[in-house]
């Protein structure tokens, strides 16, 4: 499996999705052509993972962590033609608003929509919760996802499966966990 994943403190509980496994894990130190590359030599059926922040023109990167704003956009419209290539639907992409990048791109796998993993998120989308309770939830949350694919669970049917996982509905869990698609 091939996990591109731009090393982001406020993304770690993504690390769930893939500790443990035979992964070549990609973070922010690749250039685009490097991923591009990486992308071009990846075979078909590989799965790929392309975790943290980002929008509908791609997942973001940034050097410094400790700088709040995204340098780049580190996988993008330039990589979509590789990504095409996975026929197969056997791409994952977890950030916010991954889904509407992966549709504008014609791309097929499990996408997230908008994720809340901050405060301010919450409080744009009217949730009025704290901190803590949100890192709590999406540790639940990606440990039952990665359940979910250790299980080898088909992609198309996590969106359902992991609304029914659900098991403490909140406004926050019931928003994150009704947030993954199948393109």
Request: hydrophobic letters at 35%.
């Amino acid at each position: 499996m091939l996990v591109i994943h731009p090393k982001d403190v406020t993304t770690s509980v993504l690390l769930s999705l893939y500790e443990g496994t035979d992964s070549k894990v990609i973070d922010q130190t690749a250039s685009k052509r490097e991923i591009g590359h990486l992308l071009h030599h990846c075979p078909p059926y590989e799965r790929i993972m392309l975790l943290g922040h980002g929008s509908d023109n791609g997942l973001f990167s940034r050097t410094d962590d400790m700088v709040p704003e995204f340098d780049r956009i580190i996988v993008g419209h330039p990589h979509a033609y590789y990504l095409r290539r996975h026929t197969g639907g056997n791409i994952i992409g977890i950030w916010c608003h991954a889904d509407k990048f992966a549709r504008k791109e014609g791309l097929h796998g499990l996408f997230s929509g908008m994720i809340i993993s901050d405060k301010r998120e919450a409080e744009e989308y009217g949730i009025i919760t704290l901190q803590h309770l949100i890192d709590e939830a999406n540790e639940v949350m990606f440990a039952k996802l990665r359940q979910l694919l250790d299980n080898q669970v088909p992609l198309h049917e996590i969106p359902e499966r992991m609304k029914a996982l659900n098991d403490k509905p909140s406004w926050l869990t019931c928003f994150n966990y009704g947030n993954f698609y199948y393109l």
